[in-house]
């Protein structure tokens, strides 16, 4: 079965570093794009970036370049999402979705507060 | 960046109505174009892609249609199971932008 498994919810406080994963199974991890998607509160669906395990070629929606790193690591077939900085701003679900977008992560809750 | 604009915002329907989602890109997008439905705490399931095609075990009362700039979703008998939010997505060109959303409730 083709899945994405996300790690769980998180709780920071504004000003710390944070970098969730979201681990894939059942394909060829490196043959497809994977892409990270926020969603704040009661809000919509926003895109963030999109990675290339193969080569680690990466996109950023230029409303996200600079405040967030997306990587992977191919051994372990796992993407991650990492802030250097949190905000509060930053409290939302991100989802891992496969570039198809045919697949998804069930989503990790970040919160971050004081 | 592609904008993406949906209409109507939210819409009030009954079981067994025919719906329709309109979608509008700034620009040609061919037919790179998703639609999902999304429900309370769960992620987004892709219904459609490339505008027209039925993702695999989605029921055939969906349907979608367009090219270019314009595209419809279309639910042609509502269930109960229907009742969610629905976004379109470009996926021509980076950023994948979405729509912001349709919200689809019971009248």
């Known amino acids: 079965e083709v899945q994405l498994v996300q790690s769980g919810a998180e709780v920071r406080k504004p000003g710390e570093s944070l970098k969730i994963s979201c681990k894939a199974s059942g394909y060829s991890f490196t043959n497809y794009w994977i892409g990270w998607v926020r969603q704040m509160p009661g809000k919509g669906l926003e895109w963030m970036g999109i990675i290339y395990p193969g080569d680690s070629d990466t996109r950023y929606s230029p409303s996200f370049q600079g405040q967030v790193t997306i990587s992977v690591d191919k051994s372990i077939s796992t993407a991650y999402l990492q802030w250097s900085s949190l905000k509060a701003s930053d409290t939302a679900m991100y989802y891992c979705?496969?570039?198809?977008?045919?697949?998804w992560g069930k989503g990790t809750t970040v919160t971050v507060s004081s | 960046d592609i904008q993406m604009t949906q209409s109507p915002s939210s819409l009030s329907a009954s079981v067994g109505d025919r719906v329709t989602i309109t979608c509008r890109a700034s620009?040609?997008?061919?037919?790179?174009l998703n639609w999902y439905q999304q429900k309370p705490g769960k992620a987004p399931k892709l219904l459609m892609y490339?505008?027209?095609s039925l993702q695999s075990g989605v029921p055939s009362r969906f349907s979608g249609s367009g090219s270019g700039t314009d595209f419809t979703l279309t639910i042609s008998s509502l269930q109960p199971e229907d009742f969610a939010t629905y976004y379109c997505q470009q996926s021509y060109s980076t950023p994948h932008t979405f729509g912001q959303g349709t919200k689809l409730e019971i009248k």
């Open positions: 490339a505008a027209s």
């Open positions: 620009q040609s997008i061919s037919s790179f």
């Open positions: 979705a496969r570039r198809e977008y045919d697949v």
